[in-house]
């Protein structure tokens, strides 16, 4: 187990916006993440209105980072792809217990190495 602590970084976003979050959350320090599909519950103002239900279609992008960026991947989320965009974004971190898996002095550099192919 790893003796470095981590945040998993949550933010959802409506559909197609996941490039951004990604984009902002690497340029942060994160090195990568995990995009799920999701819909959002509606609005019942809007429901009454137009007498239909909306079932807006959101993304999941879930991001394991150092406790240490966290903030940094916080705000250049928020940045990209908030509230105020597009996006739609909504962002938020919870503290992970433990994690395994993860090699504590890797740099993406020597991440990117491992799983390259060796030839001989």
Request: net charge negative.
């Amino acid at each position: 187990m790893s003796d470095i602590s981590y945040e998993a970084i949550f933010c959802i976003v409506n559909l197609g916006f996941t490039d951004l979050v990604m984009t902002a959350a690497k340029a942060a320090g994160a090195r990568g993440g995990t995009v799920l599909s999701a819909r959002g519950t509606g609005n019942k103002e809007m429901e009454q209105f137009f007498g239909v239900k909306i079932t807006p279609e959101k993304e999941i992008v879930m991001i394991l980072v150092p406790t240490s960026i966290r903030d940094d991947v916080l705000h250049a989320v928020n940045e990209s792809a908030g509230m105020s965009t597009k996006g739609q974004g909504i962002a938020f971190s919870v503290a992970v217990s433990d994690t395994i898996g993860l090699e504590q002095n890797e740099t993406p550099a020597k991440a990117e190495e491992a799983t390259k192919p060796t030839t001989k």
